[in-house]
């Protein structure tokens, strides 16, 4: 009472008015506002405070508390009516005592707050959106504001009724009766007693009121979440997970009470309950998980270190993909394990998962497994009739809240939040009548924006620095300096279109991916740079056929236009799809997951380098056709094509092996003998080399043109 009366400066709260007191008094928090809050004014012809609680032609101050439906919900006997109606007598009387028992000043209207209806409903197994909870939401409402005006009226036998009532007394008369009537319409145990409040109301008609009571489901986040609810109100509840501590020591999902009292009410076990939380809460583990589990992270090549670093992450995960990062497993890991690029390894560039061959859903599967689904949707176990009970906020139309206040609307003020979407936006106009017509005294039209798909921006424009951004103030040539001083990003470069020359050297690569054919055609520019690839399949189904034909036409443009390689490899590498498997016909690539896995694996071979990405050893991948085991030298024109080259290239063209220790070790010493050195470079021998047949044998015995050291020969 001295909390509410603001005789305390600061505040006061209890969770019980002391240790004796009765269940009911348990249930009641009295708390006064903080001490920065001031009382609302408003002036309208019906003004409407910013909660929906009160309502009034003139400027007003209402005094109230709430109280949390969800707290007289028993496992055993469900709704406990008569230990809300005591509750509701509590607080009427506490309410009216702030006044003073000999004031004399102008009584300020009563609001009582219900907050939580859709908890209560959901532990009472009722789905929102049903004619059961409806009707049990406006049995409750009907008996707070049965018992509010009942004790009203035995207080004005008392103590008298408040001063205005003679002014107010043919509308509150009104009300009684409406409310009343619409009770009688109503069934079940908590609709009768009601019923039987409403009949034994004697002081209204003769002694009066002694306060002007209101029951409000208000919209109030703050009130709610002082009394420990996600919802305030007649709002749905966001979900039946919560973010909490577990009970393994770690972060995450929790199935909610609301949820598992829901459960309980519905006839369902222990055991059925527990492996409904567990598909819910995720079992922070990816063992046995479908689509990504420990074993193929394994047959990755991924250490036991790496996956036992990623089993700790899991325990306060938010999401797969940050479980499963370079930053988690390691970049050192990630280059010599998994082969790749240093900026992927480090984290900085795309996205691991994908890289590794994983799609969208085995993604989503793996993470639902691991972490929860967050939601009763596709639980084994659950009675499909049973799932729109479960439901969150975003699965509730709007019609069925305003339903919902139009159930209770003869009993109480109801505030309503509607979202609208692009679904449902061209009805607002419906829906704002529609629930001005239930009777809702306040409505919040939320706007909800498609989702947008952000590209974040590349490493080069990060660091680009001040260059990236141009001054503005530049551009709006002394415009609004507020306007002036923001960045603002330079326009795109026109990018245009770097064609192929008409007659363009390229190869043809034959190889069989898991008995399947495949041929790869590349176009090179003058400078050896690819322009175009074309792909050619056999014996496959035309419809596969023209797609590849036609995939490979935008790579090819995508390419002319100055998309890198790279990125190409990048987003391409390691998809899986059939055909899949081992790879004949190509000394580099020995197996491939994919056709699209082969052919950027042999492009990134020969175009990039990356001889990371090959299956022999990276000498053997050399682009000049010799290996370790190659002979000396070989006829050029086995590399360049007559055909381009018009006869214009002569048939004793050679390819030379490069100097290497190998080499130096096989050759034998040759004799040096005393040339005549000559006036203008070094002495060179009058014999041919042995191993390519220039005459550039230094008096050393070492050939200037290809490094080989040995006994030169004779013709």
Request: aromatic share 6%; hydrophobic share 45%.
């Amino acid at each position: 009472l001295a909390a509410l009366a603001g005789a305390v400066a600061r505040g006061a709260y209890c969770v019980a008015l002391d240790a004796g007191a009765d269940p009911t008094r348990r249930r009641i928090a009295l708390a006064a506002p903080e001490a920065g809050a001031h009382a609302l004014t408003a002036f309208a012809a019906r003004a409407t405070d910013p909660t929906g609680a009160v309502s009034a032609n003139d400027e007003y101050c209402a005094i109230g508390a709430s109280l949390a439906l969800h707290t007289f919900h028993d496992a055993d006997a469900g709704f406990n009516a008569f230990a809300f109606e005591q509750a509701i007598r509590t607080l009427t009387r506490a309410l009216d005592g702030a006044h003073g028992a000999h004031s004399a000043s102008p009584r300020r209207p009563i609001f009582i707050r219900l907050e939580g209806a859709a908890p209560l409903m959901m532990r009472l197994g009722f789905a929102y959106d049903s004619d059961e909870a409806r009707s049990a939401t406006a049995a409750i409402a009907a008996l707070a504001h049965a018992a509010a005006i009942a004790e009203a009226a035995a207080l004005a036998d008392a103590k008298g009724a408040f001063p205005e009532w003679a002014g107010a007394k043919r509308a509150e008369e009104a009300r009684v009766k409406a409310a009343r009537d619409a009770a009688q319409r109503l069934g079940g145990a908590i609709a009768a007693r009601a019923q039987g409040l409403y009949r034994a109301l004697p002081g209204a008609k003769n002694n009066g009121l002694r306060a002007a009571i209101n029951i409000a489901f208000a919209e109030d986040a703050a009130s709610a979440r002082r009394l420990g609810l996600a919802s305030a109100g007649l709002s749905p509840l966001p979900s039946i997970a919560q973010l909490g501590a577990r009970a393994d020591g770690g972060f995450g999902r929790l199935l909610t009470d609301d949820a598992r009292l829901g459960l309980a009410a519905l006839g369902y076990d222990e055991a059925a309950i527990a492996a409904l939380a567990l598909h819910v809460e995720g079992r922070r583990t990816l063992r046995e998980a479908p689509g990504i589990n420990l074993q193929r992270l394994a047959e990755l090549g991924l250490t036991e270190p790496a996956i036992g670093a990623i089993e700790d992450a899991l325990r306060d995960a938010f999401s797969l993909r940050a479980a499963i990062h370079p930053l988690v497993i390691g970049a050192a890991v990630c280059e010599q394990a998994l082969k790749l690029p240093p900026d992927v390894a480090a984290g900085k560039r795309g996205d691991l998962l994908r890289t590794l061959g994983f799609g969208e859903e085995e993604i989503a599967a793996a993470e639902a497994f691991a972490l929860g689904a967050g939601s009763f949707a596709d639980a084994p176990g659950l009675d499909p009739e049973h799932a729109d009970i479960f439901v969150g906020e975003r699965e509730v139309a709007p019609e069925a809240r305003i339903a919902m206040a139009r159930a209770v609307a003869p009993f109480a003020a109801s505030a309503l939040t509607i979202t609208l979407t692009e679904a449902n936006f061209e009805r607002r106009a419906a829906l704002i009548a529609e629930a001005r017509e239930a009777g809702a005294g306040l409505l919040n039209v939320r706007f909800e924006a498609p989702p947008v798909a952000f590209a974040a921006p590349s490493l080069e424009h990060e660091s680009g620095g001040e260059e990236a951004w141009p001054n503005a103030a530049t551009e709006a040539g002394g415009a609004d300096p507020a306007i002036a001083s923001a960045p603002a990003q330079a326009a795109p470069p026109q990018v245009t279109r770097r064609r192929l020359p008409d007659r363009r050297k390229g190869y043809i690569q034959k190889s069989v991916i898991g008995g399947h054919k495949v041929y790869l055609h590349t176009g090179e520019y003058d400078d050896g740079a690819l322009g175009e690839i074309f792909i050619d399949l056999h014996k496959e189904g035309a419809a596969f056929r023209s797609l590849m034909n036609n995939f490979a036409i935008s790579i090819s443009i995508g390419l002319q236009y100055g998309v890198p390689l790279e990125e190409y490899c990048d987003a391409f590498l390691f998809t899986r799809f059939e055909p899949a498997g081992e790879v004949k016909g190509n000394a580099a690539i020995r197996h491939a997951t994919s056709i699209l896995d082969y052919l950027f694996r042999e492009l990134a071979v020969s175009y990039l380098g990356r001889t990371d990405l090959a299956q022999v050893d990276p000498f053997d991948a050399r682009g000049d056709g010799l290996s370790r085991n190659a002979a000396e030298a070989e006829s050029a024109t086995r590399l360049i094509s007559r055909g381009f080259a018009r006869g214009g290239s002569s048939d004793n063209l050679v390819t030379l092996r490069p100097r290497t220790a190998e080499n130096l070790r096989d050759r034998r010493e040759v004799k040096i003998t005393n040339a005549p050195p000559t006036a203008n470079g070094p002495r060179y021998r009058p014999e041919p080399c042995s191993a390519c047949g220039h005459f550039t044998v230094e008096e050393t015995g070492q050939c200037a043109a290809c490094g080989v050291k040995g006994e030169a020969s004779k013709r």
